[in-house]
Nanobody, 122 residues
């Protein structure tokens, strides 16, 4: 099971840190992806962190503003979002990559969280 948290309302230019906490499996062994879906738009991949070497990937639209990281002891992956823009408004989801030892991008994702809403507005 994956549970996202940390969403909320923030002004443009502000920051939020989203958390993706896992239960029932060890996040260290799997690539973890972050996705978002804005109203009326398709789901978009935002970021990914690999299991083997913690290498990371972020989509161009958030590069330099978003950072993904892993806390082994808390079995949690974070998405640090800085310099937020109104176009970042969306429901953000994390998902577990298929296959132990998966790297970014994995062959697919399974076990999605329920999502957390991020609203960037003044």
């Amino acid at each position: 099971q994956l549970v996202e948290s940390g969403g909320g309302l923030v002004q443009p230019g502000g920051s939020l840190r989203l958390s993706c906490a896992a239960s029932g499996f060890n996040l260290d062994y799997y690539a973890i992806g972050w996705f978002r879906q804005a109203p009326g738009k398709e789901r978009e991949g935002v970021s990914c962190i690999s299991s083997t070497d913690d290498s990371t990937y972020v989509v161009d639209s958030v590069k330099g503003r978003f950072t993904v990281s892993r806390d082994t002891h808390k079995n949690t992956v974070y998405l640090q979002m800085n310099s937020l823009k109104p176009e970042d408004t969306a429901v953000y989801y994390c998902a577990k990559g298929i296959g132990a030892g998966s790297t970014c991008p994995p062959i697919g994702y399974e076990y999605w969280g329920q999502g957390t809403l991020v609203t960037v507005s003044s």
